[in-house]
């Protein structure tokens, strides 16, 4: 059975920073390509970054504070969040994929806030 359970949500102060972390059972994990996404409150959920055969993306927004990462020997993947903003709060879930297989964390809440 696949799944992913990420953790390292909390809150942090404006400007703190976070690293969330999923790790992967019931895959060969280092065939998948990896990413993070984010649902604000009563908003739609959207990309954060991916790694896709090694190639990185991130969302503008996101462009040199975060960093996804990943460990295949420990079936893991990250999410380095430097300078968080309160518009940062959300809900991040990660997700591998790989062919036609997809697969989602249930995800953890980031909530940023003085």
């Known amino acids: 059975q696949v799944q992913l359970v990420e953790s390292g949500g909390g809150l942090v102060q404006p400007g703190g920073s976070l690293r969330l972390s999923c790790e992967a059972f019931?895959?060969?994990?280092?065939?998948?390509?990896v990413g993070w996404y984010r649902q604000p409150p009563g908003k739609q959920r959207e990309l954060v970054a991916t790694?896709?055969?090694?190639?990185?993306n991130y969302a503008d927004s996101m462009k040199g504070r975060f960093t996804i990462s990943r460990d295949n020997d420990k079936n893991t993947m990250y999410l380095q969040m430097n300078s968080l903003k309160p518009e940062d709060t959300a809900v991040y879930s990660c997700?591998?994929?790989?062919?036609?297989?997809?697969?989602w964390g249930r995800g953890t809440q980031v909530t940023v806030s003085s």
């Open positions: 997700n591998i994929r790989w062919t036609s297989l997809n697969f």
């Open positions: 790694e896709t055969s090694g190639n990185t």
């Open positions: 019931g895959v060969t994990f280092s065939r998948y390509n």
